[in-house]
Nanobody
């Protein structure tokens, strides 16, 4: 089992920045592709960003491209999501997830069903 613990969420105003962190334990972190997903009230969980296990490639949802940056620190077993120029529509519970099949392709998966381990989430609320 891999344990994932997110942190860094909060209440901010539109235009502000936040950095989310996800600390992993229990498995060899560098063997997993990592992703961030989010779920707003009344909506389905959606893909935000993902990074290949050693940072070789990243992929982003169109809605966050140019504003959010995913990165990882294998020495700290941590993946980050830097969120800039936040908008009210970014308000959601943000989840970190790990995909153990890093051979799936050169780019990490954007599919929820491909991720094996999930954190409990951290709330991000953006006021207008």
């Amino acid at each position: 089992q891999m344990q994932l613990v997110e942190s860094g969420g909060g209440l901010v105003q539109a235009g502000d920045s936040l950095r989310l962190s996800c600390a992993a334990s229990g498995r060899t972190f560098s063997n997993y592709n990592m992703g961030w997903f989010r779920q707003a009230p009344g909506k389905e969980r959606e893909f935000v960003a993902a990074i290949r296990r050693r940072g070789e490639t990243t992929t982003y949802a169109d809605s966050v491209k140019g504003r959010f940056t995913i990165s990882l620190d294998n020495a700290k077993n941590t993946v980050y999501l830097q969120m800039n120029s936040l908008k009210p529509e970014d308000t959601a519970l943000y989840y970190c997830a790990a995909d153990r099949d890093y051979t799936r392709g050169w780019y990490p998966s954007r599919q929820l069903s491909d991720y094996d381990y999930w954190g409990q989430g951290t709330q991000v609320t953006v006021s207008s």
